[in-house]
């Protein structure tokens, strides 16, 4: 039970307690401690009637403990200890939206921090991914984010930032960081970096949620983009349950069965995309809905409209320049003018250096080589693809296709690879990856 409630509590009770201590690494201490004392008192005493609120009494007690014997030898720790014991433990309403996760992404991206550490001290105290998970997500290094939170942690602290919600007049300034974080919670939610399973449906609805929460919050002139963000999720998320097998093996877009596609959150995201392009100058966020909106309505995979794809890349393309995109553009490009002219695109790419540590870009090589019977070259790709990934999924995938690509090289004759299409293509071009 303590297993289960921190796996769904965990980041809840850290972010009311933050606001509560107002300190990222007292409260962190303060629910280390108070998980400790369930693991000691509810096999004894039974779960409390609200799990979550005993947490927060009992990490706020704990801390202001912890205060009080640190006072013997620094006096200054006695009048913190006794201005958090009369402050009041319940959340301020905060204009009827007292959300404290949603507090504390607002102070994480504040704009004194960099924005490489606002997204890096979100996703770390928020949702609480590893800096591994983080690295990953960002194509860096661990160490790199390490520092990045160390340091957005020492600024919040040293420049006395308040952990609250903005005014509503800085709203618009702020929100653009925010919904970078979201966004990326999600991704990390709807593709995992690493590990057993394919997605981590926890942080996929979290940033769901919290995209639904900033539409309440957002006054309507400043929110097309988060429109188009919420848009962005729910349209990929409708596709959760086709994305795997029943053994949890990845199930490619065009291998779907697309009947299994939730149509309620499909019909939601859709009418989010109509809105969010009515304002006539969409963001990046709006035009990737609109692609995903495009895969969502064509019956099967043979009825995609690649042409409209493409055009929504070119006009993301220069709204927001990023190599990702550039590969995903170059996926489409192939489903509609073939193989041969998606990989000089994507080749383009990795010659200037960009993309060479990403996995995804060596799998939809190695798969546009596949098709064009290039299966030397389509097995390298694959295997530079195999050594980058660490989800285990796409992992075991990976070596599938390796796997048939050697075989196929092996028995190969004059004319090339006989074996079936590989559709990862379609897959990259709409992909959730970051941009």
Not at 158 to 165: E, H
Request: charged residues 25%; glycine residues 6%; aromatic residues 4%.
């Amino acid at each position: 039970m303590v297993d289960a409630v921190y796996r769904a509590d965990s980041r809840r009770v850290l972010a009311t307690l933050i606001r509560l201590l107002g300190d990222f690494d007292r409260a962190e201490e303060a629910v280390h401690d108070a998980f400790t004392a369930a693991l000691e008192r509810w096999p004894r005493d039974g779960v409390p009637a609200n799990p979550r609120a005993w947490l927060v009494s009992t990490g706020r007690f704990k801390a202001i403990d912890a205060l009080r014997r640190r006072a013997r030898f620094d006096a200054s720790q006695a009048e913190l200890a006794r201005r958090l014991e009369q402050s009041t433990p319940e959340p301020d309403d905060d204009e009827g939206l007292a959300d404290d996760r949603l507090r504390l992404i607002f102070t994480c991206c504040h704009p004194a921090l960099t924005p490489d550490a606002r997204a890096a001290l979100t996703l770390r105290e928020v949702c609480g991914l590893t800096t591994e998970e983080i690295a990953r997500a960002f194509l860096t290094t661990a160490p790199t984010v390490a520092q990045r939170i160390v340091r957005a942690k020492a600024k919040i602290r040293d420049a006395r930032i308040p952990y609250q919600m903005p005014a509503r007049a800085e709203l618009p300034d702020r929100l653009d960081s925010v919904l970078h974080v979201v966004y990326l919670v999600f991704n990390e939610g709807y593709s995992a970096s690493s590990g057993a399973s394919l997605t981590r449906h926890d942080l996929s609805a979290e940033a769901i949620r919290l995209g639904r929460l900033l539409l309440e919050l957002l006054p309507s002139p400043t929110e097309p983009e988060a429109v188009g963000l919420l848009a962005l999720m729910l349209l990929h998320e409708s596709r959760r349950p086709a994305r795997t097998s029943k053994g949890g093996e990845l199930v490619l877009l065009a291998e779907q069965d697309r009947a299994r596609w939730d149509r309620a959150l499909i019909e939601e995201g859709s009418a989010l995309v109509r809105r969010a392009l009515a304002s006539r100058s969409p963001g990046p966020y709006a035009l990737q809905a609109a692609i995903s909106a495009v895969h969502a309505e064509a019956p099967d995979p043979d009825a995609t409209d690649w042409a409209q794809i493409v055009g929504l890349y070119d006009v993301l393309l220069r709204v927001d320049p990023s190599p990702v995109i550039e590969l995903n553009r170059a996926a489409a490009v192939a489903m509609r003018d073939g193989p041969a002219t998606g990989i000089a695109l994507i080749e383009a790419v990795l010659a200037r250096g960009d993309l060479t540590e990403y996995h995804l870009a060596h799998s939809a090589r190695a798969d546009l080589y596949r098709r064009l019977g290039r299966l030397v070259e389509a097995a390298q790709a694959y295997q530079r693809a195999l050594a980058l990934a660490r989800q285990q999924p796409e992992r075991r995938f990976l070596e599938r296709r390796l796997a048939e690509v050697a075989g196929a090289a092996e028995r190969a004759v004059p004319g090339g690879d006989t074996a079936a299409p590989s559709a990862s293509a379609r897959n990259a071009a709409d992909s959730a990856g970051p941009s």
